[in-house]
């Protein structure tokens, strides 16, 4: 695990996130889940869009903001690109500098609260937060201006004509297959989600998660104000991401952007 050196003063973590716990108490375990089975398939299907817009991986910079364990981090690196991942989750990145990178690419690790980035401004080509690593998981567990402020960040450290790809909860999914463990506060477009995560041992802890959801033109908009152009948005589901235009029949919406 690595710290940045090229905007050195700026805080690596601010304050502790609730995730923190449930990192400490998985560990690798996360990379056990069936949603993290569809990591090919969807930085695959991102580089494929990345490279139609900006040409070869091989050589940029990318930074996975809320990389978890390191596994898009990792698969993007095995395409050429060097990688930076960051998360707030200690336990999450000592699990991700022990993945090889089977490919001509690096990858580095920081440590850092995505709100308050540690890297020089317009020093990366692309950013991609998916699968709710740190866009749409608010540190508080009530409706703030994380994602807004996280949104900003990404638009400072990201090169002028370079892009963001991000996942996002769909307001309308969830709503629509509202589960009996989940509770939505509309008014905050908020999910809270009671269930069980499990150490590598198999031992459970009862967990509560939060994640906030969006529409289609909420994206547009705090992507807009950031100074980042939508220039395609998707409903997808992991791991089996398709260019299908947004509906009411996809868990995630797929947004890219590019910085003004």
Do not use: K
Not at 53 to 82: M, N
Not at 196 to 203: F, L, N, S, T, Y
């Amino acid at each position: 695990m690595t710290d940045p050196t090229d905007a050195p003063g700026l805080p690596v973590v601010t304050r502790a996130h609730w995730f923190e716990d449930l990192a400490d108490h998985m560990g690798p375990t996360y990379l056990r889940y069936a949603f993290t089975r569809g990591t090919a398939q969807e930085v695959g299907f991102i580089a494929g869009e990345l490279e139609a817009r900006l040409g070869p991986l091989a050589g940029l910079r990318i930074v996975d903001l809320g990389c978890g364990p390191g596994r898009h981090a990792s698969a993007f690196a095995s395409l050429g690109a060097q990688v930076v991942g960051v998360d707030i989750a200690r336990r999450f990145l000592e699990v991700a500098a022990t993945t090889p990178v089977d490919g001509p690419g690096q990858t580095c690790w920081v440590r850092s609260d995505a709100r308050h980035l540690p890297l020089a401004s317009e020093s990366c080509d692309v950013i991609v937060s998916l699968c709710q690593g740190a866009f749409g998981v608010p540190p508080l567990g009530a409706g703030d201006r994380s994602d807004a402020e996280i949104v900003s960040e990404a638009a400072r450290i990201l090169r002028r004509g370079g892009l963001v790809a991000l996942t996002a909860f769909s307001a309308y999914f969830q709503v629509r297959f509202l589960e009996e463990s989940d509770t939505f506060d509309a008014g905050l477009g908020l999910n809270h989600e009671r269930t069980v995560v499990h150490d590598p041992e198999g031992r459970p802890l009862p967990a509560e998660l939060w994640t906030s959801c969006y529409t289609p033109r909420e994206l547009r908009l705090l992507l807009g104000n950031a100074g980042l152009d939508v220039e395609a948005l998707w409903s997808v589901t992991p791991g089996a991401y398709e260019p299908n235009p947004p509906d009411l029949d996809h868990p995630e919406f797929l947004v890219i952007a590019r910085r003004r």
